[in-house]
T-cell receptor
Framework: DVKVTQSSRYLVKRTGEKVFLECVQDMDHENMFWYRQDPGLGLRLIYFSYDVKMKEKGDIPEGYSVSREKKERFSLILESASTNQTSMYLC??????????FGNGTRLTVT | GQQLNQSPQSMFIQEGEDVSMNCTSSSIFNTWLWYKQDPGEGPVLLIALYKAGELTSNGRLTAQFGITRKDSFLNISASIPSDVGIYFCAGSISGGYNKLIFGAGTRLAVHP
């Protein structure tokens, strides 16, 4: 079974803090993704990566950056957290041309 | 950007009832996916559809890729309490998975 592990289930941060969300997959997948999930909006793609050190912007990249130094790990970075970034963050991975496998999510609250 | 309209937003049904939900788009999609999210967990793939008109089943679940390629339907027969969760449709214009577009979700509650 594919395992996508997000390091934290719940995080509470203060406005202006730098926040790191970590994601690790154990299936040697090329593709990794970060989505945010908000009620009534579904899942929206923030960034994805198709290889180590490669990344592409999704639909809502503003205020976020990502890092992929190793194939199994994909980090989402909030340089200066704001309250409108309070959300559920979902990481996913997949081989090429195969549907995504999701982690269990990190619920981030920015106060 | 592209949008998927998923309906209904929520459903509250009795155990044993059948359920239908759907997604529509103004654009033509080459792939439709249906995911389910249990409370406190990430979405899990239920069914993937790749051809217009395709009808695919997974146990009590049946999904169809609309003939116009602008819609998809998911039916659940004889619902049970563990069907509770949020169901998401997702579509891809290119046929790949790198830029899936997700619907807003249908929240299903099942009363025993």
């Amino acid at each position: 079974d594919v395992k996508v592990t997000q390091s934290s289930r719940y995080l509470v941060k203060r406005t202006g803090e730098k926040v790191f969300l970590e994601c690790v997959q154990d299936m040697d997948h090329e593709n990794m993704f970060w989505y945010r999930q908000d009620p009534g909006l579904g899942l929206r793609l923030i960034y994805f990566s198709y290889d180590v050190k490669m990344k592409e912007k999704g639909d809502i990249p503003e205020g976020y950056s990502v890092s992929r130094e190793k194939k199994e790990r994909f980090s989402l970075i909030l340089e200066s957290a704001s309250t409108n970034q309070t959300s559920m963050y979902l990481c996913a991975s997949s081989p090429p041309i195969t549907p995504l496998h999701f982690g269990n999510g990190t619920r981030l609250t920015v106060t | 950007g592209q949008q998927l309209n998923q309906s209904p937003q929520s459903m509250f049904i009795q155990e044993g009832e059948d359920v239908s939900m759907n997604c529509t788009s103004s654009s033509i999609f080459n792939t439709w996916l249906w995911y389910k999210q249990d409370p406190g967990e990430g979405p899990v793939l239920l069914i993937a559809l790749y051809k217009a008109g395709e009808l695919t089943s997974n146990g009590r679940l049946t999904a169809q890729f609309g003939i116009t390629r602008k819609d998809s339907f998911l039916n659940i027969s004889a619902s049970i309490p563990s069907d509770v969760g949020i169901y998401f449709c997702a579509g891809s214009i290119s046929g790949g998975y790198n830029k899936l577009i997700f619907g807003a979700g249908t929240r299903l509650a099942v009363h025993p």
